[in-house]
């Protein structure tokens, strides 16, 4: 049993079993992070970045992983 179906989408995601188009309609912060992670990962660190953005901008309480991320980031950076 999954108790927590959207984090497996989005490891399924990540795997390959699902395009980005098959989740965005649907994509809460869970989601929208492993597909910021994929661009992360193809080396699109604007898009990665502006989606984190978008991610910590969506919740009041923000989303530590996508604030993690853009803060590092922030120190690779001179």
């Known amino acids: 049993m999954v108790e927590n179906f959207t984090y497996?989408?989005?490891?399924?995601?990540?795997q390959g079993t699902y395009k980005k188009e098959e989740l965005?309609?649907?994509a809460d912060s869970i989601i929208k992070f492993a597909i910021s992670m994929d661009h992360h990962f193809r080396g699109e660190q604007e898009?990665?970045?502006m989606m984190w953005q978008e991610i910590i901008e969506g919740s009041a309480q923000?989303?530590?992983p996508a604030e993690s991320e853009l803060l590092a980031t922030c120190k690779e950076t001179p």
């Open 8 to 14: 497996y989408k989005g490891v399924l995601f990540l």
């Open 47 to 49: 898009t990665a970045e």
């Open 62 to 64: 923000g989303f530590w």
């Open 24 to 26: 965005m309609s649907e």
